[in-house]
Protein backbone atom coordinates (compact mmCIF):
# COMPACT_ATOMS: atom_id res chain seq x y z
CA UNK A 1 0.00 0.00 0.00
CA UNK A 2 1.04 3.48 -0.72
CA UNK A 3 1.52 5.50 2.56
CA UNK A 4 -1.40 7.43 3.57
CA UNK A 5 -2.14 9.83 6.60
CA UNK A 6 -5.11 8.91 9.17
CA UNK A 7 -7.54 11.14 11.02
CA UNK A 8 -10.62 9.71 12.49
CA UNK A 9 -12.88 12.80 12.94
CA UNK A 10 -15.74 12.47 16.04
CA UNK A 11 -18.73 14.49 14.13
CA UNK A 12 -19.81 14.17 10.91
CA UNK A 13 -19.09 18.34 10.36
CA UNK A 14 -15.75 17.31 10.92
CA UNK A 15 -15.62 14.60 8.32
CA UNK A 16 -16.87 16.91 5.36
CA UNK A 17 -14.01 19.44 6.50
CA UNK A 18 -11.63 17.14 6.01
CA UNK A 19 -12.46 15.55 2.77
CA UNK A 20 -10.64 16.72 -0.25
CA UNK A 21 -9.45 15.29 -3.39
CA UNK A 22 -6.74 13.27 -1.80
CA UNK A 23 -8.54 11.58 0.57
CA UNK A 24 -11.28 8.87 0.73
CA UNK A 25 -13.12 7.92 3.83
CA UNK A 26 -13.06 4.41 5.24
CA UNK A 27 -15.61 2.42 7.65
CA UNK A 28 -15.60 -1.44 6.89
CA UNK A 29 -12.89 -1.02 4.56
CA UNK A 30 -13.49 -4.51 2.59
CA UNK A 31 -13.09 -3.35 -0.52
CA UNK A 32 -11.06 0.11 -0.53
CA UNK A 33 -8.03 -1.68 1.12
CA UNK A 34 -8.08 -4.70 -1.68
CA UNK A 35 -7.97 -1.37 -4.29
CA UNK A 36 -5.19 0.25 -2.02
CA UNK A 37 -3.03 -3.03 -2.21
CA UNK A 38 -3.76 -3.28 -5.78
CA UNK A 39 -2.79 0.21 -6.30
CA UNK A 40 -6.05 0.91 -7.85
CA UNK A 41 -6.66 3.47 -5.49
CA UNK A 42 -3.85 5.72 -4.06
CA UNK A 43 -5.54 8.18 -1.64
CA UNK A 44 -2.67 10.56 0.39
CA UNK A 45 -5.45 10.68 3.69
CA UNK A 46 -8.06 8.17 4.88
CA UNK A 47 -10.87 9.57 7.06
CA UNK A 48 -12.34 6.92 9.49
CA UNK A 49 -15.52 7.80 9.95
CA UNK A 50 -16.13 4.39 12.69
CA UNK A 51 -16.29 6.78 15.25
CA UNK A 52 -19.66 9.01 13.89
CA UNK A 53 -23.25 8.09 15.31
CA UNK A 54 -24.20 6.49 12.14
CA UNK A 55 -24.61 3.12 14.15
CA UNK A 56 -28.39 2.80 14.44
CA UNK A 57 -31.21 1.45 12.49
CA UNK A 58 -34.68 3.73 13.62
CA UNK A 59 -38.19 3.84 12.61
CA UNK A 60 -39.08 6.88 10.45
CA UNK A 61 -41.80 8.55 11.14
CA UNK A 62 -43.08 8.01 7.92
CA UNK A 63 -43.63 4.16 8.92
CA UNK A 64 -40.02 3.15 7.26
CA UNK A 65 -36.54 2.77 8.57
CA UNK A 66 -33.91 4.71 8.60
CA UNK A 67 -30.36 2.68 8.54
CA UNK A 68 -27.03 4.27 9.83
CA UNK A 69 -24.45 4.29 7.06
CA UNK A 70 -22.27 2.53 9.35
CA UNK A 71 -24.70 -1.15 10.84
CA UNK A 72 -22.69 -3.59 9.08
CA UNK A 73 -23.94 -6.01 6.84
CA UNK A 74 -24.28 -8.53 9.07
CA UNK A 75 -26.25 -6.51 11.95
CA UNK A 76 -28.18 -5.54 8.81
CA UNK A 77 -29.32 -8.73 7.43
CA UNK A 78 -29.64 -10.16 11.17
CA UNK A 79 -32.13 -6.95 12.86
CA UNK A 80 -35.50 -8.30 13.18
CA UNK A 81 -37.07 -5.70 12.03
CA UNK A 82 -35.29 -6.20 8.55
CA UNK A 83 -36.12 -10.06 8.92
CA UNK A 84 -39.41 -9.55 9.82
CA UNK A 85 -40.31 -7.08 7.77
CA UNK A 86 -38.03 -6.53 4.72
CA UNK A 87 -36.74 -9.77 4.21
CA UNK A 88 -35.98 -9.49 0.65
CA UNK A 89 -33.31 -7.09 1.99
CA UNK A 90 -31.86 -9.74 4.78
CA UNK A 91 -31.81 -12.30 1.51
CA UNK A 92 -29.94 -10.36 -0.18
CA UNK A 93 -27.26 -9.45 2.16
CA UNK A 94 -26.89 -13.16 3.40
CA UNK A 95 -26.50 -14.13 -0.47
CA UNK A 96 -23.21 -11.44 -0.49
CA UNK A 97 -19.39 -11.95 0.79
CA UNK A 98 -18.83 -14.42 3.49
CA UNK A 99 -19.52 -13.97 6.98
CA UNK A 100 -16.38 -12.38 7.98
CA UNK A 101 -16.47 -9.77 5.59
CA UNK A 102 -20.22 -9.14 6.59
CA UNK A 103 -18.89 -8.72 9.92
CA UNK A 104 -16.68 -6.02 8.85
CA UNK A 105 -18.31 -4.32 5.61
CA UNK A 106 -20.75 -1.06 6.21
CA UNK A 107 -23.85 -0.21 4.47
CA UNK A 108 -22.82 2.61 3.10
CA UNK A 109 -19.75 0.66 2.03
CA UNK A 110 -21.80 -1.69 0.24
CA UNK A 111 -23.21 1.01 -2.17
CA UNK A 112 -19.96 2.52 -2.84
CA UNK A 113 -18.17 -1.22 -4.03
CA UNK A 114 -16.38 -1.13 -6.97
CA UNK A 115 -16.83 -3.18 -9.85
CA UNK A 116 -15.06 -6.86 -10.17
CA UNK A 117 -14.08 -6.40 -13.14
CA UNK A 118 -10.20 -8.30 -13.78
CA UNK A 119 -9.26 -5.34 -15.91
CA UNK A 120 -10.24 -2.71 -13.48
CA UNK A 121 -8.21 -4.31 -11.10
CA UNK A 122 -4.71 -5.11 -13.26
CA UNK A 123 -3.30 -1.73 -13.28
CA UNK A 124 -1.09 -3.53 -15.56
CA UNK A 125 -3.97 -3.19 -18.71
CA UNK A 126 -5.34 0.27 -19.44
CA UNK A 127 -9.34 0.45 -18.16
CA UNK A 128 -11.72 3.80 -18.51
CA UNK A 129 -12.87 3.64 -15.00
CA UNK A 130 -9.41 3.62 -13.61
CA UNK A 131 -7.80 5.88 -16.01
CA UNK A 132 -10.10 7.94 -18.21
CA UNK A 133 -9.59 7.56 -21.74
CA UNK A 134 -7.34 4.69 -21.46
CA UNK A 135 -9.58 1.87 -23.13
CA UNK A 136 -11.76 -0.65 -22.05
CA UNK A 137 -10.06 -4.18 -22.82
CA UNK A 138 -12.80 -5.89 -21.62
CA UNK A 139 -15.19 -5.39 -24.48
CA UNK A 140 -12.95 -7.12 -26.66
CA UNK A 141 -11.13 -9.25 -24.06
CA UNK A 142 -12.87 -11.81 -21.47
CA UNK A 143 -15.83 -10.63 -20.21
CA UNK A 144 -18.16 -13.49 -18.79
CA UNK A 145 -18.83 -11.47 -16.09
CA UNK A 146 -19.42 -8.43 -17.49
CA UNK A 147 -22.89 -6.43 -18.47
CA UNK A 148 -25.51 -6.92 -21.05
CA UNK A 149 -27.22 -4.45 -20.29
CA UNK A 150 -26.96 -0.33 -20.37
CA UNK A 151 -23.23 -0.86 -21.23
CA UNK A 152 -21.19 1.81 -23.04
CA UNK A 153 -18.17 1.93 -25.71
CA UNK A 154 -16.21 3.00 -22.89
CA UNK A 155 -17.09 0.22 -20.14
CA UNK A 156 -18.79 -2.82 -19.88
CA UNK A 157 -18.37 -3.57 -15.97
CA UNK A 158 -20.85 -4.56 -13.47
CA UNK A 159 -21.92 -3.46 -9.94
CA UNK A 160 -20.95 -6.30 -7.87
CA UNK A 161 -23.96 -5.27 -4.58
CA UNK A 162 -26.44 -7.77 -3.93
CA UNK A 163 -27.41 -5.52 -1.15
CA UNK A 164 -28.18 -2.87 -3.77
CA UNK A 165 -30.33 -4.73 -5.94
CA UNK A 166 -32.41 -5.23 -2.96
CA UNK A 167 -32.83 -1.80 -1.88
CA UNK A 168 -33.47 -0.93 -5.46
CA UNK A 169 -36.53 -3.61 -5.86
CA UNK A 170 -37.75 -1.78 -2.10
CA UNK A 171 -37.15 1.96 -3.39
CA UNK A 172 -34.60 3.07 -0.82
CA UNK A 173 -33.37 6.52 -0.37
CA UNK A 174 -29.69 7.32 0.18
CA UNK A 175 -29.50 10.48 2.47
CA UNK A 176 -26.35 12.26 2.17
CA UNK A 177 -24.43 14.91 3.56
CA UNK A 178 -21.90 17.11 2.45
CA UNK A 179 -20.11 20.60 1.70
CA UNK A 180 -23.60 22.42 0.18
CA UNK A 181 -25.52 20.59 2.73
CA UNK A 182 -28.04 17.52 3.05
CA UNK A 183 -30.04 15.60 0.68
CA UNK A 184 -31.63 12.71 -0.51
CA UNK A 185 -30.90 10.22 -3.31
CA UNK A 186 -33.69 7.95 -4.70
CA UNK A 187 -31.51 4.90 -5.11
CA UNK A 188 -32.92 5.12 -9.11
CA UNK A 189 -30.59 7.34 -9.51
CA UNK A 190 -27.95 6.93 -7.19
CA UNK A 191 -25.94 4.67 -9.30
CA UNK A 192 -25.24 5.37 -12.29
CA UNK A 193 -24.89 3.70 -16.00
CA UNK A 194 -21.08 4.30 -17.47
CA UNK A 195 -22.08 6.53 -20.70
CA UNK A 196 -18.95 8.61 -21.45
CA UNK A 197 -17.76 8.74 -17.21
CA UNK A 198 -17.13 5.44 -16.35
CA UNK A 199 -14.88 6.39 -14.03
CA UNK A 200 -18.37 7.89 -12.20
CA UNK A 201 -20.06 4.78 -10.24
CA UNK A 202 -22.90 6.87 -8.50
CA UNK A 203 -23.91 10.78 -8.66
CA UNK A 204 -22.56 11.59 -4.82
CA UNK A 205 -20.68 14.65 -4.97
CA UNK A 206 -16.90 15.69 -3.87
CA UNK A 207 -16.75 15.28 -0.56
CA UNK A 208 -20.28 13.64 0.07
CA UNK A 209 -20.84 11.21 2.59
CA UNK A 210 -23.29 8.61 3.29
CA UNK A 211 -24.82 8.75 6.24
CA UNK A 212 -28.08 6.72 5.80
CA UNK A 213 -30.47 4.01 3.56
CA UNK A 214 -34.34 5.26 4.28
CA UNK A 215 -36.79 1.76 3.68
CA UNK A 216 -40.11 2.53 2.75
CA UNK A 217 -42.73 1.06 4.68
CA UNK A 218 -43.71 -1.02 2.19
CA UNK A 219 -41.37 -3.98 2.46
CA UNK A 220 -43.31 -6.95 0.44
CA UNK A 221 -42.43 -9.14 3.59
CA UNK A 222 -45.19 -12.28 2.54
CA UNK A 223 -44.43 -12.36 -1.41
CA UNK A 224 -40.36 -11.80 -1.89
CA UNK A 225 -37.66 -13.69 -3.29
CA UNK A 226 -33.62 -13.03 -4.38
CA UNK A 227 -32.21 -15.67 -6.71
CA UNK A 228 -28.68 -15.27 -7.60
CA UNK A 229 -26.87 -17.54 -9.50
CA UNK A 230 -23.57 -17.91 -9.70
CA UNK A 231 -20.32 -20.35 -10.24
CA UNK A 232 -20.32 -22.11 -7.51
CA UNK A 233 -22.78 -22.47 -4.40
CA UNK A 234 -22.00 -19.78 -1.76
CA UNK A 235 -19.48 -16.76 -1.34
CA UNK A 236 -19.06 -15.18 -5.16
CA UNK A 237 -20.50 -12.48 -7.53
CA UNK A 238 -23.63 -13.27 -9.41
CA UNK A 239 -23.44 -13.86 -12.69
CA UNK A 240 -27.34 -13.08 -12.24
CA UNK A 241 -29.39 -11.95 -9.69
CA UNK A 242 -33.43 -11.27 -9.21
CA UNK A 243 -35.03 -9.41 -6.23
CA UNK A 244 -38.25 -10.12 -6.67
CA UNK A 245 -41.09 -8.36 -4.80
CA UNK A 246 -44.89 -8.60 -4.76
CA UNK A 247 -48.46 -7.54 -3.44
CA UNK A 248 -51.12 -10.01 -4.01
CA UNK A 249 -54.70 -9.70 -3.72
CA UNK A 250 -55.83 -13.37 -3.78
CA UNK A 251 -54.19 -14.13 -6.86
CA UNK A 252 -53.76 -10.64 -8.70
CA UNK A 253 -50.99 -8.80 -8.87
CA UNK A 254 -51.70 -5.41 -7.29
CA UNK A 255 -48.06 -4.51 -7.34
CA UNK A 256 -44.53 -5.63 -8.70
CA UNK A 257 -41.24 -5.05 -8.06
CA UNK A 258 -38.11 -5.93 -10.08
CA UNK A 259 -34.63 -5.69 -9.97
CA UNK A 260 -31.70 -7.60 -11.66
CA UNK A 261 -28.32 -7.85 -10.08
CA UNK A 262 -24.66 -8.69 -12.21
CA UNK A 263 -26.32 -7.87 -15.48
CA UNK A 264 -25.57 -3.70 -16.02
CA UNK A 265 -23.41 -1.09 -14.21
CA UNK A 266 -26.33 -0.46 -11.42
CA UNK A 267 -29.34 -2.63 -10.49
CA UNK A 268 -31.32 -2.93 -13.58
CA UNK A 269 -34.60 -2.05 -13.16
CA UNK A 270 -37.85 -1.14 -15.28
CA UNK A 271 -40.98 0.02 -14.36
CA UNK A 272 -42.75 -0.79 -17.41
CA UNK A 273 -41.95 -3.84 -16.81
CA UNK A 274 -43.65 -3.94 -13.32
CA UNK A 275 -46.51 -2.05 -14.73
CA UNK A 276 -47.10 -5.46 -17.17
CA UNK A 277 -47.94 -7.46 -13.99
CA UNK A 278 -50.44 -5.06 -12.17
CA UNK A 279 -54.09 -6.85 -12.55
CA UNK A 280 -52.64 -10.01 -13.91
CA UNK A 281 -52.97 -13.41 -12.40
CA UNK A 282 -49.46 -14.13 -10.60
CA UNK A 283 -47.95 -17.48 -13.22
CA UNK A 284 -45.83 -18.20 -15.52
CA UNK A 285 -47.10 -16.31 -18.39
CA UNK A 286 -47.04 -12.65 -17.57
CA UNK A 287 -43.65 -13.52 -15.25
CA UNK A 288 -41.85 -13.60 -18.69
CA UNK A 289 -43.47 -11.20 -20.56
CA UNK A 290 -41.93 -9.08 -17.89
CA UNK A 291 -39.11 -10.64 -18.20
CA UNK A 292 -38.84 -9.68 -22.09
CA UNK A 293 -39.60 -6.66 -21.14
CA UNK A 294 -36.85 -6.22 -17.89
CA UNK A 295 -34.21 -8.16 -20.82
CA UNK A 296 -35.53 -5.57 -24.29
CA UNK A 297 -32.66 -4.21 -25.32
CA UNK A 298 -29.77 -6.56 -24.12
CA UNK A 299 -26.63 -6.56 -25.73
CA UNK A 300 -24.06 -9.80 -25.42
CA UNK A 301 -20.69 -9.42 -25.33
CA UNK A 302 -18.60 -12.80 -26.82
CA UNK A 303 -18.20 -14.96 -23.48
CA UNK A 304 -21.36 -13.41 -21.34
CA UNK A 305 -24.52 -14.28 -24.21
CA UNK A 306 -25.97 -17.33 -21.69
CA UNK A 307 -26.37 -14.46 -19.66
CA UNK A 308 -29.48 -13.09 -21.48
CA UNK A 309 -31.50 -16.81 -20.99
CA UNK A 310 -29.99 -17.07 -17.81
CA UNK A 311 -31.76 -14.17 -16.59
CA UNK A 312 -35.00 -14.70 -18.66
CA UNK A 313 -35.33 -18.05 -16.31
CA UNK A 314 -34.23 -16.32 -12.93
CA UNK A 315 -36.75 -13.50 -13.49
CA UNK A 316 -39.62 -15.69 -14.13
CA UNK A 317 -38.60 -18.42 -11.07
CA UNK A 318 -37.68 -15.55 -8.80
CA UNK A 319 -41.23 -14.48 -9.39
CA UNK A 320 -43.15 -17.96 -9.00
CA UNK A 321 -41.21 -18.39 -5.94
CA UNK A 322 -42.58 -14.62 -4.78
CA UNK A 323 -45.90 -15.56 -5.96
CA UNK A 324 -45.60 -19.21 -3.64
CA UNK A 325 -44.66 -17.02 -0.27
CA UNK A 326 -41.79 -15.57 1.36
CA UNK A 327 -39.50 -18.79 2.24
CA UNK A 328 -38.48 -17.52 5.81
CA UNK B 1 -11.70 14.64 17.31
CA UNK B 2 -10.47 11.90 18.61
CA UNK B 3 -6.84 12.17 20.69
CA UNK B 4 -4.92 9.79 18.84
CA UNK B 5 -2.20 11.40 17.69
CA UNK B 6 -3.25 10.38 14.25
CA UNK B 7 -6.30 12.71 14.36
CA UNK B 8 -3.96 15.33 13.21
CA UNK B 9 -3.45 13.78 10.02
CA UNK B 10 -0.02 13.29 10.00
CA UNK B 11 1.93 10.36 8.21
CA UNK B 12 3.78 8.35 10.99
CA UNK B 13 3.35 6.14 13.72
CA UNK B 14 0.00 5.78 15.90
CA UNK B 15 -0.06 4.60 19.13
CA UNK B 16 -3.33 2.20 19.80
CA UNK B 17 -4.40 0.33 22.62
CA UNK B 18 -5.51 -3.47 21.96
CA UNK B 19 -6.39 -6.62 24.34
CA UNK B 20 -5.07 -8.92 22.69
CA UNK B 21 -5.73 -12.64 23.89
CA UNK B 22 -6.78 -11.19 27.42
CA UNK B 23 -3.54 -8.88 27.56
CA UNK B 24 -3.67 -5.51 27.71
CA UNK B 25 -0.62 -3.89 25.06
CA UNK B 26 0.09 -0.26 23.59
CA UNK B 27 1.46 -0.42 20.53
CA UNK B 28 2.90 1.51 17.63
CA UNK B 29 1.62 0.92 14.43
CA UNK B 30 1.88 2.74 10.93
CA UNK B 31 -1.35 3.85 9.28
CA UNK B 32 -1.37 1.41 6.32
CA UNK B 33 -0.39 -1.90 8.82
CA UNK B 34 -3.04 -4.35 8.39
CA UNK B 35 -4.01 -6.11 11.70
CA UNK B 36 -2.65 -9.35 10.01
CA UNK B 37 0.54 -7.81 9.31
CA UNK B 38 0.84 -6.40 13.12
CA UNK B 39 -0.23 -9.92 14.41
CA UNK B 40 2.67 -11.78 12.46
CA UNK B 41 5.66 -9.38 12.00
CA UNK B 42 5.88 -7.11 14.97
CA UNK B 43 4.23 -9.43 17.50
CA UNK B 44 5.16 -12.53 15.73
CA UNK B 45 1.85 -14.10 16.18
CA UNK B 46 1.85 -15.79 13.31
CA UNK B 47 -0.52 -18.32 13.75
CA UNK B 48 -2.49 -16.09 11.99
CA UNK B 49 -1.80 -16.93 8.67
CA UNK B 50 -1.59 -14.84 5.49
CA UNK B 51 -3.18 -16.60 2.52
CA UNK B 52 -4.80 -14.40 -0.43
CA UNK B 53 -3.93 -11.20 1.66
CA UNK B 54 -7.21 -10.02 -0.15
CA UNK B 55 -10.15 -11.30 1.82
CA UNK B 56 -10.66 -14.33 -0.23
CA UNK B 57 -9.66 -17.38 1.82
CA UNK B 58 -10.14 -17.23 5.43
CA UNK B 59 -6.64 -17.92 6.59
CA UNK B 60 -6.38 -14.37 8.63
CA UNK B 61 -9.74 -15.06 10.44
CA UNK B 62 -9.23 -13.39 13.60
CA UNK B 63 -12.09 -12.49 16.13
CA UNK B 64 -12.28 -8.73 16.78
CA UNK B 65 -14.53 -7.89 19.95
CA UNK B 66 -16.05 -11.60 19.52
CA UNK B 67 -16.70 -10.94 15.62
CA UNK B 68 -15.14 -13.30 13.07
CA UNK B 69 -13.36 -10.89 10.67
CA UNK B 70 -10.61 -11.21 7.90
CA UNK B 71 -7.74 -9.27 9.51
CA UNK B 72 -5.89 -8.55 6.31
CA UNK B 73 -8.81 -6.36 5.13
CA UNK B 74 -8.99 -3.98 8.14
CA UNK B 75 -6.05 -1.31 9.25
CA UNK B 76 -4.74 -2.07 12.46
CA UNK B 77 -5.14 1.39 13.13
CA UNK B 78 -8.96 1.43 13.11
CA UNK B 79 -9.07 -1.11 16.52
CA UNK B 80 -7.81 1.49 18.83
CA UNK B 81 -9.16 -0.27 22.44
CA UNK B 82 -10.28 -2.80 20.43
CA UNK B 83 -10.49 -6.82 22.27
CA UNK B 84 -8.77 -9.20 19.71
CA UNK B 85 -8.12 -12.94 19.63
CA UNK B 86 -6.47 -14.61 17.49
CA UNK B 87 -5.78 -18.48 17.39
CA UNK B 88 -3.00 -18.48 20.14
CA UNK B 89 -5.66 -17.17 22.73
CA UNK B 90 -8.07 -19.84 22.19
CA UNK B 91 -6.79 -22.66 24.61
CA UNK B 92 -6.82 -22.41 28.60
CA UNK B 93 -3.27 -22.92 29.28
CA UNK B 94 -2.53 -26.74 27.94
CA UNK B 95 -6.11 -27.70 27.40
CA UNK B 96 -7.26 -27.10 23.89
CA UNK B 97 -10.56 -25.13 22.95
CA UNK B 98 -13.20 -27.74 22.24
CA UNK B 99 -12.87 -26.52 18.58
CA UNK B 100 -9.42 -27.00 18.78
CA UNK B 101 -10.10 -30.62 20.13
CA UNK B 102 -12.52 -31.69 18.20
CA UNK B 103 -9.98 -30.29 14.75
CA UNK B 104 -7.56 -33.00 16.05
CA UNK B 105 -10.27 -35.70 17.01
CA UNK B 106 -11.63 -35.49 13.25
CA UNK B 107 -8.15 -35.55 11.71
CA UNK B 108 -10.14 -31.91 9.96
CA UNK B 109 -6.68 -30.60 8.37
CA UNK B 110 -3.97 -31.87 6.23
CA UNK B 111 -1.63 -28.92 5.24
CA UNK B 112 -2.54 -27.15 8.02
CA UNK B 113 -2.18 -23.47 6.77
CA UNK B 114 -5.89 -23.11 7.21
CA UNK B 115 -6.42 -24.23 10.03
CA UNK B 116 -5.86 -21.21 12.27
CA UNK B 117 -8.35 -19.35 10.50
CA UNK B 118 -11.09 -22.68 9.94
CA UNK B 119 -10.85 -22.94 13.95
CA UNK B 120 -11.46 -18.68 14.86
CA UNK B 121 -14.27 -18.73 11.84
CA UNK B 122 -15.90 -21.79 13.85
CA UNK B 123 -15.74 -20.27 17.16
CA UNK B 124 -17.04 -16.96 15.83
CA UNK B 125 -20.11 -18.93 13.97
CA UNK B 126 -20.89 -20.36 17.48
CA UNK B 127 -21.98 -16.33 18.52
CA UNK B 128 -24.02 -16.09 15.33
CA UNK B 129 -27.73 -16.99 14.78
CA UNK B 130 -26.71 -19.45 12.31
CA UNK B 131 -25.13 -22.59 11.56
CA UNK B 132 -27.70 -25.06 12.98
CA UNK B 133 -27.93 -27.63 10.12
CA UNK B 134 -24.73 -29.20 7.93
CA UNK B 135 -25.92 -27.02 5.31
CA UNK B 136 -25.90 -23.95 7.15
CA UNK B 137 -22.53 -24.89 8.82
CA UNK B 138 -21.21 -25.10 4.94
CA UNK B 139 -22.73 -21.98 4.23
CA UNK B 140 -21.53 -19.90 6.80
CA UNK B 141 -18.37 -21.39 6.50
CA UNK B 142 -17.75 -20.42 2.87
CA UNK B 143 -15.35 -17.70 3.80
CA UNK B 144 -12.70 -20.32 4.64
CA UNK B 145 -11.11 -22.00 1.61
CA UNK B 146 -9.26 -25.44 2.50
CA UNK B 147 -6.90 -26.00 -0.74
CA UNK B 148 -6.23 -29.25 0.24
CA UNK B 149 -9.77 -30.60 0.57
CA UNK B 150 -10.45 -31.68 3.91
CA UNK B 151 -13.90 -29.85 4.26
CA UNK B 152 -15.51 -33.27 5.05
CA UNK B 153 -13.76 -33.57 8.36
CA UNK B 154 -13.81 -29.90 9.20
CA UNK B 155 -17.43 -30.07 8.60
CA UNK B 156 -17.44 -33.21 11.06
CA UNK B 157 -15.47 -31.32 13.62
CA UNK B 158 -17.43 -27.89 13.32
CA UNK B 159 -21.03 -29.85 13.59
CA UNK B 160 -19.65 -31.89 16.82
CA UNK B 161 -18.15 -28.78 18.63
CA UNK B 162 -20.40 -26.20 18.13
CA UNK B 163 -22.97 -26.80 20.93
CA UNK B 164 -20.75 -27.08 23.45
CA UNK B 165 -18.67 -24.00 22.09
CA UNK B 166 -22.43 -22.03 22.30
CA UNK B 167 -22.70 -23.55 25.50
CA UNK B 168 -19.62 -21.75 26.61
CA UNK B 169 -20.71 -18.41 24.96
CA UNK B 170 -23.86 -18.24 27.17
CA UNK B 171 -22.20 -19.36 30.72
CA UNK B 172 -20.00 -16.55 30.07
CA UNK B 173 -21.88 -13.93 28.93
CA UNK B 174 -23.75 -14.55 32.57
Redesign the interface.
Known amino acids: MTPFSYQRPDSIDQAIALAGADSRYIAGGTNLLDLMKENVLQPRRLIDINGLPLHDIEETAGGGLMIGALVSNADLAWHPQIEQRYPLLAKAILAGASPQLRNMASTGGNLLQRTRCYYFYDTATPCNKREPGSGCPARDGRNRIHAILGASAACVAVHPSDMCVALAALEAQVHVDGPHGQRRIAIEDFHRLPGEHPERDNTLGAGELIVGIELPGEGYASHCAYLKLRDRASYAFALVSVAAALELDGKTIRRARIALGGVAHKPWRIEAAEELLCGKRAEQQCFATAAERLLQGAQPLADNAFKIELARRAIVRALSEAAGGTVR | ??E?P??????GT?TITLVLNGEHRRLEV???T?LLDLLRDPLGLSGTKKGC???QC?AC?VL?NG????SC???A??HDGAELTTIEGLARGAELHPMQAAFVRHDAFQCGYCTPGQIC?AV??AS??CGYSREEI???????LCRCGAYPNILAAIEEALPAVRGQKQEDAR
Open positions: MSNSAAGAICQPWTDHGGTLRRINLTLVMSGLERREYMSGN
